[in-house]
């Protein structure tokens, strides 16, 4: 077995738990990554982008014998605080159980933490700064470039984990007719900017530390997830057009107004907002999906390269990481016969990704159009509760985030069941009156 | 309007037409084409691909003054002629009406009438064998190559009609998150093969001339369309794979045996099978759909390049012919205010493009699925009988394909409904009793 080689392309969070999961099973990996190593430090790392850590990452790196280790790095986040315009904050939590919340953890926090892991097999080689350029997907050979030279590695097999802009996915791409290879990229006509509040004076936190923190206004909001350092990284969720458009709101004084009219409660923990509003781009959300991932079972594509995703579910990450544990998994029933490996790991992945991709965008949907509905709040009240009392039942939010060996295509299966049942019984008058056993029963005979 | 100067990438059917109707709106037009001029000569131009003409792609030719000449190029074709494996061949009507016919025309022939059409106007300049390799979006400049050179042009706008591959689609690909650039490509697991009957020894033609001749065999199936010199085009659709597959169908013996099995009938006909199976290649069938079709108001797609679909409609050409007949129409309403009129264009025309190509694939399930269900026959059966006594009545496929003004995407919704209606009508015991007019009453209540 030790005689295989497996080409990592790209050294993210996939990359880097696969390159550890495969180096304990005794392959020999090799890892390209186009930045530099980490470990020669990062810019503000402790502040920048922060990702929701729930059960199925935290699985995928328990199976790596991580997960402690990882846990240690984040913050604990029980549920949403909502910050309503006009009105007082609430804590709105994840999950009527205690022991189910999610963690803010910081991307390049992790990154740094899993690239260390995976350094010290000495069956693991990194290459940093060294942009992959071609991709010969016969042959599992690629060719890079480091300090301007051209060099080519070849692997047994080669895994591209590196990320939505993927260069192994654009070589199948362009294999297209061969290939049958069907891909489509969609994008909402929102984006994001990073803004943050920072560290009190103490170091502590200035609104509630384990909570998601959502300043929500219809079509547009800001959220906030806590960093280690006291700090919180807020993300403006926005279209780019309108009233609330990104390339409407483009002097200070407009901004300002803005502002002031649907973020006053935030507004002062933010002073130096115009510094980081016109300096920070804006980033586009998109959602990728293509079949097949595998070709001529030697290359190989997973993660965001596979399936990137809009982050209204907080899944991106987790479903990167799950996807290393089910690869992991087939390779454990299958052997190295990596065609076999390679097409039953998509066939097993594909529906799944799928799922959570379109839950991922009507989670979007909901935010912006339903998050005021009377009946949509009474159905929450009623879950909570449900939750609570019946340790058999979980929400369609608890089957995705908690439930970490439910396929996402049957958490989404079963969880928009139970939806369209709560919705229809939350919208009748009497909808408290209706004993908590009944919404109980008629739940459970949901398949 | 003359300053104006519409650069064309693309000498395709609706690449020559839009340059014929620029022409005629007096805009300077620069046509460029990366084939030879075909009037140099096409190989087999009369026996090669041939299409379905129907009524939008006439009524946009007569837009230019050019459907008399161009129908004197078409054989009618009044109806499917089926040959079901070990029964009799029988004709299926296309419409109740006998007006109401599509017409084979040869793909190269109609090409080469639209570019002898547009090179009789001074103010249309054609460069063949001229590959356009870079497009500068943002001010309407392309690079081309030509005999190993490279050279430069600059227009008011630049049109793309350069096909499924379009390279004006793939630089506005390439510019994905600031155009916010969606993009779908879908391939069917079936491809595509063509064959040919050959003419008659006195130049007539071998089975019915006015027909489009199917060999249905469940999933996979032969179709030929008639041409003016006796022959005919055949198509094989079949899968990849499988016992029907192109794959599998790998020597001489396979496929003899495999003929005789499913297609005895047409076997006496293609006595060269062997040759053109072997020689020919496999096409793929996609479905490529993207948004948005236009670049700051100096770069546009339309055709293929902006909507390439299955063939199982037959209105892949008429769709693309229509669409210069809906530019033109907005050209009128919104005079060279380009941004405007490619907007509102592509605005217009996007969701009729999704409603065809989704049309098309349902054809395809359709056609593979349900040809032999007892319910699709009967309603076909009505259909025929409403046709030919309601002249306000129309089946989905009469709408689509013979009410040319109707916008697909309203062809669509209510084809779809009628249909539903027609096939529960049709699964009751006694749906030869219903008096006819009781059909017609409900199916005119649809809206």
């Known amino acids: ?14 990359g880097t738990l696969l390159a550890i999961r495969m180096a304990q099973r005794g392959f020999q990996v090799v890892v390209y990554e186009r930045r530099p190593d980490m470990r020669k430090g990062v810019e ?6 922060n990702l ?13 014998g991580i997960k402690k280790a990882i846990l240690e790095e984040c913050i604990p986040m029980r549920g949403r605080m909502i910050h309503p315009l006009g009105g007082q904050p609430f804590l709105s939590k994840y999950s009527g159980r205690a022991e189910d919340y999610i963690n803010s953890v910081s991307r390049p926090g992790l990154n740094l933490a899993l690239i260390e892991q995976a350094d010290q097999f000495d069956n693991v080689t990194f290459h940093f700064e060294s942009k992959v350029t071609k991709v010969d997907l016969e042959n599992a050979k690629i060719s890079y470039q480091l300090n301007g030279e051209t060099y080519q590695d070849e692997g047994t097999v080669v895994i591209g984990t590196d990320g939505a802009g993927s260069i192994i996915r654009r070589s199948m791409m362009s294999q297209t007719t061969k290939l049958l290879f069907n891909y489509s990229q969609d994008f909402l006509r929102h984006g994001y900017k990073e803004l943050s509040i920072l ?78 509003y016109f300096e920070n781009p804006v980033g586009t959300l998109g959602t990728i999906k293509c079949y097949p991932w595998q070709a001529y079972g030697k ?30 998994e087939t390779l454990e029933e299958h052997g190295t016969n990596w065609e076999k490996v390679f097409t ?48 058999d039942y979980y929400s369609k939010y608890s089957l995705v985030t908690f439930q970490p060996k439910l396929p996402y295509q049957q958490a989404m299966r079963k969880g928009r069941k139970q939806d369209e049942l709560l919705l229809q019984m939350c919208s009748q008058s009497d909808f408290d009156k209706i004993p908590l056993e009944n919404y109980h029963q008629q739940l459970l005979a949901i398949k």
């Open 344 to 391: 039953v790991f998509q066939d097993k992945r594909k529906d799944n990704a799928d799922a959570i991709a379109d839950l991922a965008i009507d989670n979007f949907y909901e935010m912006r159009d339903h998050v005021d509905d009377l009946a949509f709040k009474r159905k929450r009240q009623i879950e909570m509760q449900l939750e609570q009392q019946f340790p």
């Open 299 to 328: 290359a190989l594509i997973m993660g965001d390269a596979s399936h990137a995703i809009v982050p209204f579910y907080g899944q991106g990450m987790n479903a990167s990481l799950e996807d290393v544990r089910i690869f992991d």
């Open 1 to 14: 077995m030790q005689k295989n080689k497996i080409i990592i392309v790209g050294a993210g969070l996939c």
């Open 44 to 49: 503000d790392a402790g502040r920048s982008i």
């Open 199 to 276: 560290p009190a004076n103490d170091g502590g936190w200035k609104i509630e530390k384990e909570a998601l923190h959502i300043w929500p206004n219809g079509s547009f909001m800001i959220i906030a997830l806590p960093n280690l350092d006291g700090s919180f990284t807020l993300t403006m969720f926005h279209p780019f057009e309108g009233e609330a458009g990104f390339n409407t709101l483009d002097t200070k004084e407009k901004l300002k107004a803005f502002f002031e009219q649907y973020y006053p409660t935030l507004l002062p923990y933010i002073p130096h907002l115009y510094e980081e």
């Open 52 to 64: 929701a850590l729930s059960a199925r990452g935290l699985l995928a790196l328990e199976m790596a």
